[in-house]
């Protein structure tokens, strides 16, 4: 089996060749029985081994070693606020980040928006990266979802695992594109609250997206 520190490390290199993160950017976290395991700072992830995986307190402290990434405060954060959430996943991917820079929510234009977690994914207001401001702006934007944008910076995915978490930021990128793509030709039409809802029940069997959400009524 693998520990945890390999996970972590499997995840972060499937982000790039995913393309959800390219060079030093990004970072992943994975909740820990003594706090959590995060990516380290400005290392790319080709350089990477599993002893580089960081291990913080819920304090924001850590042993000698390599430091932590910059936004370890949000990853802490939202274990802190999410008992449920067990991996937290932050990306720059070319679309998310496209449309953080518009600083636009994800309105339901599509059904697989309901995947992180309510009727649209939030674009959460700009902060300083590795900023307590961030976290807070991170954390209201998460409210009831599984991921947001972080305006002119990236996205934010969570999750029970890291496969959840990776699979939910593959999905929020897909669906960022296909929002960008449709503007190009106009405004799409958007699902009703009913529809979505309808969406909700129907997911509550289906697969990766079985979880419960907790913002159906949202």
């Not at 802490?76 to 999410?82: C, F, G, K, M, S």
């Not at 599984?146 to 699979?167: F, S």
Request: net charge negative; glycine share 8%; proline share 4%.
């Amino acid at each position: 089996m693998l520990s945890q520190r390999e996970n972590l490390l499997n995840t972060s290199r499937k982000l790039v060749e995913l393309g959800l993160n390219r060079g030093t950017s990004g970072n992943a976290s994975v909740r820990s029985d003594k706090g959590f395991f995060i990516t380290p700072s400005g290392m790319e992830v080709d350089a990477m081994t599993p002893h580089d995986m960081v291990l913080m307190d819920m304090a924001g402290k850590h042993k000698a070693g390599c430091e932590p990434s910059s936004e370890w405060r949000f990853h802490r954060d939202i274990y802190q606020a999410r008992p449920e959430v067990g991996a937290v996943i932050h990306v720059h991917s070319t679309f998310a980040t496209s449309l953080a820079c518009l600083r636009r929510d994800i309105p339901p234009f599509h059904y697989m928006i309901a995947v992180a977690g309510g009727s649209d994914i939030r674009c959460a207001p700009y902060a300083l990266f590795g900023s307590q401001a961030l976290s807070d702006a991170a954390l209201q934007a998460l409210q009831g979802r599984r991921a947001c944008l972080l305006a002119n910076h990236g996205m934010i995915a969570l999750g029970a695992t890291l496969k959840q978490a990776l699979d939910i930021a593959h999905e929020v990128e897909t669906l960022c594109e296909q929002y960008w793509r449709a503007l190009q030709v106009g405004e799409p039409v958007l699902l009703t609250e009913a529809e979505m809802a309808e969406v909700f029940e129907q997911f509550k069997g289906y697969g990766a997206w079985a979880e419960p959400s907790q913002a159906a009524s949202a």
